[in-house]
């Protein structure tokens, strides 16, 4: 079981940052996936990023690719998602997941599931 808790969400303005942090406890090991998606209001649950733990490589959506940035702190089990630039676009309810997965940007493969943390974008 991985349980998984999000922070650091708020309001930011157009062309601001803020930084997400996911603590994961449980954690399965190297073969997991940890994955950050968003869902605006009215829309699907989209793919932001990815990676796994027991590599370097790191997936971004190309919406957010040069913006952001996932870093993980593996002493502390924590994932983080750097947002800059950000835009009213943004704005959305950010999950963190993690999974055995083989799509990375598939959310129908990731097993756990943060409880999600609000980011508001003012233009």
């Known amino acids: 079981q991985v349980q998984l808790v999000e922070s650091g969400g708020g309001l930011a303005q157009a062309g601001g940052s803020l930084r997400l942090s996911c603590s994961a406890s449980?954690?399965?090991?190297?073969?997991?996936?940890m994955g950050w998606f968003r869902q605006a209001p009215g829309k699907e649950r989209g793919f932001v990023g990815a990676f796994w733990w027991g590599s370097d490589g790191i997936y971004y959506a190309d919406s957010v690719k040069g913006r952001f940035t996932i870093s993980k702190d593996n002493n502390k089990n924590t994932v983080y998602l750097q947002m800059n630039s950000l835009k009213p676009e943004d704005a959305a309810v950010y999950y963190c997941a993690a999974g055995n997965v083989r799509n990375v940007r598939d959310k129908r493969e990731y097993r756990y599931w943060g409880q999600g943390t609000q980011v508001t974008v003012s233009s």
């Open positions: 449980g954690r399965a090991g190297n073969a997991f996936v």
